[in-house]
T-cell receptor, first 112, second 114 residues
Framework: DTAVSQTPKYLVTQMGNDKSIKCEQNLGHDTMYWYKQDSKKFLKIMFSYNNKELIINETVPNRFSPKSPDKAHLNLHINSLELGDSAVYFC???????????FGQGTRLTVV | AQSVTQPDIHITVSEGASLELRCNYSYGATPYLFWYVQSPGQGLQLLLKYFSGDTLVQGIKGFEAEFKRSQSSFNLRKPSVHWSDAAEYFCAVVPTGGGNKLTFGTGTQLKVEL
């Protein structure tokens, strides 16, 4: 009965590869997010979707492409992975009527 | 510029001692305020939140936070720290002007000495 779940939890891949991270929420929330946590633990928003519509797109390389097939899912596809993409990626969701966000367990991406 | 500041990068306390983690924000209007905790290798868990009303809010795990408008602060407190409280603590805000963009402070790492 996990509220926000993301897969995989760990991802190790070589430079230049393409990978995807999946996220699902069963909270009935309208908004979903991707956050990146760097090696210094700093958390920065990357994208936000509301009812499958992109509403926040921070300064992120266009190698990163989010996709929301429905409001319960938000996937992140990364092309041509670089060493600097190594980080922990968190998915989160929130309701339109309450701004607190609920987070998944994170995906630790390591690019070698 | 809008910002959230956590002045303390690291804090070490003895088990059983009291704890206060500082958070200051710089926004035109008081934003929605949150504290999250991240245990090692884990996701972020919401400890407590402030939207309006009573300036002292209670959260989970025995934590509380006090909103002080005059100081633009939202400090987190716990009367007696347990070893299991060792974690990274993040203050976060959402502007009240619309949208749900959650912006985090840089975090405070709490170590608990036994």
């Amino acid at each position: 009965d996990t509220a926000v779940s993301q897969t995989p939890k760990y991802l190790v891949t070589q430079m230049g590869n393409d990978k995807s991270i999946k996220c699902e929420q069963n909270l009935g929330h309208d908004t979903m997010y991707w956050y990146k946590q760097d090696s210094k633990k700093f958390l920065k928003i990357m994208f936000s979707y509301n009812n499958k519509e992109l509403i926040i797109n921070e300064t992120v390389p266009n190698r990163f492409s989010p996709k929301s097939p429905d409001k319960a899912h938000l996937n992140l596809h990364i092309n041509s992975l670089e060493l600097g993409d190594s980080a922990v990626y968190f998915c989160a969701s929130s309701s339109n009527t309450a701004p607190e966000a609920f987070f998944g367990q994170g995906t630790r991406l390591t690019v070698v | 510029a809008q910002s959230v500041t956590q002045p303390d990068i690291h804090i070490t306390v003895s088990e059983g001692a009291s704890l206060e983690l500082r958070c200051n924000y710089s926004y035109g209007a008081t934003p929605y305020l949150f504290w999250y905790v991240q245990s090692p290798g884990q996701g972020l868990q919401l400890l407590l939140k402030y939207f309006s009303g009573d300036t002292l809010v209670q959260g989970i795990k025995g934590f509380e936070a006090e909103f002080k408008r005059s100081q633009s602060s939202f400090n987190l407190r716990k009367p007696s720290v347990h070893w299991s409280d060792a974690a990274e603590y993040f203050c976060a805000v959402v502007p009240t002007g619309g949208g749900n963009k959650l912006t985090f402070g840089t975090g405070t790492q709490l170590k608990v000495e036994l």
